[in-house]
C-alpha cells in the first residue's frame, strides 16, 4: 500500500511540475530531490511521460543523477551545470546533489521528500540562491510538496533572530538629531512576519499585479494557476493549484451542487454568489482559462470542480432548453419567441451577464425590433418580460 501510496504521490507531483513548467518556461533548469534512488527513478520516468513532446526531440530532457548512475551521471550533471546547454533541463535525484555542486541557473528546486535537517535544508536551497543576471536569473523558486519549506523558513534557527540596526541622523553640523533602530520597531509593533510565498515568473513581470485577499483569518495571493494559501497564524503557507482551490471554497460556501444550484439559478442571487468567490479570490475568466474550458458555463464549471458533475458548455445548456422545453417558448407569440431566442443565442456566446433587462435590449440584434418599452409590450409589459428572462434562466440550470 505504501508504494502504491507513493506512485500516487509521484505521479501527482511530476503533473503539478510540469504545468509549473509549462506556465513559465519548459526549460528553466530544475532539481528535484526525492526520497531515494528508486523514488527518482520513477520521478525521472513520470517527468518522460508528461513531457513525451519534449523527450521525443531530447531524450535527455529528464535525467536521474544518482551514485548509481556513475560516469553517465557525472556527464549529464556535467552538462547540466553549464549555462550554455539547455538539455538535460530537469534532474531528479535524493542525496547526490545536495552539497558540492554549483548549478548557476538552477530556477526550480522542487523537495519531493521531507527534510528534516536545518543543515540539508540549507544546502539544497542553496542550489537555486546563485544570481545570473546574464542568464535573466535573478530569483528561484521553491516548489514544496511536503511542508519542510515552510516549516523549515519559519524556524528561527534559519537565519537567525532579526537583525537590530541603528540609524543615526546627522545634522548640517554633523550632530546627531536622532537615532532610530531599524527593524526591532517593526518587529514589536508588527510581530514577526510571515514567511513570503515564492514569486512566480509571470507574475513578477513589469506591468502585472498580483492582489491580495484575506479569506477566512488567512491571506490568499492567487498567481497563474497556484494559490498561495498563508493562515491566520501567519505560518503555514500552501501552494495548491487555482482549480483546487476553488474547488475547496465552493465546497465551503454551498456545501452541494443542489445548493449551489438553487442560487445560481436565481438571478437575484446568482450576484451574490458571484462577489463571494471574487471576496476570495476567483475571477471566472481566470478560472475557465487555467482549467483550459473557455466554453464552460461558469455554474458546471464550479460543479465540476467542487462535486464532479459533467462539464456543460453554455451552448450545451441553451441548447438543451430549446429543444425539452418547447412548452415554455410555445406560451410567447411569434416575436417574443425570436427575443427570448437572441437572449438565449447571447447567453450561449458570451455568458449569463446577457440576461440584463434592460440592457439586453439596447444592442443589436434585439435593438432592431424597437425600444424596450415596445419589446416590453410583446411579453405584457415589463414584469412580464422580466418574468419571462427570470424563467428561462431558472430553466436553463434546472439540471
Given amino acids: ?20 513548467l509549462k506556465a513559465t518556461s519548459r526549460y528553466d533548469k530544475t532539481v528535484v530531490f526525492c526520497v531515494d534512488q528508486q523514488h527518482a527513478d520513477e520521478m525521472r520516468r513520470a517527468l518522460n511521460n508528461l513531457n513525451s513532446d519534449l523527450t521525443k526531440r531530447h531524450p535527455d530532457y529528464v535525467c536521474r543523477v544518482t551514485s548509481d548512475e556513475g560516469a ?22 535524493s542525496q547526490l546533489l545536495t552539497t558540492g555542486v554549483d548549478m548557476p541557473t538552477v530556477k526550480n528546486v522542487v523537495l519531493a521528500r521531507v527534510i528534516g535537517s536545518m543543515v540539508e535544508f540549507k544546502q539544497i536551497i542553496g542550489r537555486g540562491t546563485r544570481v545570473r543576471d546574464d542568464y535573466d536569473k535573478l530569483f528561484f523558486t521553491i516548489l514544496d510538496y511536503t511542508g519542510s519549506a515552510t516549516r ?21 553640523d554633523g550632530a546627531t538629531i536622532a537615532e532610530i533602530e531599524v527593524g526591532a520597531g517593526e518587529q514589536q509593533e508588527d510581530g514577526p512576519r510571515p514567511p513570503t510565498p515564492p514569486q512566480p515568473p509571470i507574475g513578477d513581470q513589469p506591468g502585472t499585479k498580483r492582489t491580495r485577499y484575506y479569506v477566512d483569518g488567512g491571506t490568499v495571493e492567487i498567481a497563474l494557476h497556484l494559490v498561495y494559501e498563508l493562515d491566520a497564524d501567519g505560518k503555514q503557507l500552501r501552494t495548491v493549484q487555482l482549480s ?24 437575484a442571487r446568482r450576484g451574490v454568489v458571484v462577489t463571494a468567490l471574487a471576496a476570495r479570490g476567483l475571477d471566472f475568466a481566470a478560472l475557465a482559462a487555467a482549467t483550459g474550458q473557455p466554453e464552460a458555463d461558469p455554474f458546471d464549471l464550479l460543479c465540476h470542480l467542487a462535486f464532479d458533475a459533467p462539464l456543460r458548455t453554455r451552448r450545451e445548456r ?49 435593438a432592431a425590433r424597437g425600444n424596450p418599452v415596445e419589446i416590453a409590450r410583446l411579453f405584457g409589459g415589463a414584469a412580464g418580460l422580466r418574468e419571462a428572462v427570470t424563467e428561462m434562466q431558472e430553466l436553463l440550470y434546472a439540471a
Fill in 244 to 267: 483546487d482551490y476553488a474547488a475547496e471554497r465552493v465546497r465551503t460556501l454551498y456545501p452541494s451542487a443542489t445548493e449551489l444550484r438553487a442560487a445560481w439559478a436565481d438571478p
Fill in 72 to 93: 553517465i551521471g557525472r556527464g549529464h550533471l556535467g552538462t547540466f551545470q553549464d549555462p550554455e546547454q539547455q538539455i538535460p533541463t530537469i534532474l531528479t535525484t
Fill in 1 to 20: 500500500e505504501r508504494v502504491v501510496a507513493l506512485r500516487a504521490r509521484t505521479e501527482a507531483i511530476a503533473r503539478h511540475l510540469t504545468d509549473h
Fill in 152 to 172: 523549515l523558513f519559519a524556524d528561527p534557527e534559519f537565519d537567525g533572530e532579526p537583525t537590530i540596526e541603528t540609524e543615526v541622523r546627522l545634522g548640517e
Fill in 318 to 366: 441553451a441548447e438543451r432548453l430549446r429543444r425539452d422545453r418547447t412548452d415554455f417558448f410555445d406560451r410567447y407569440g411569434p416575436e417574443a419567441q425570436a427575443i427570448l431566442g437572441e437572449l438565449l443565442e447571447k447567453y450561449a456566446a458570451y455568458g449569463t451577464a446577457e440576461f440584463a433587462i434592460p440592457q439586453a435590449l439596447q444592442v443589436p440584434p434585439i
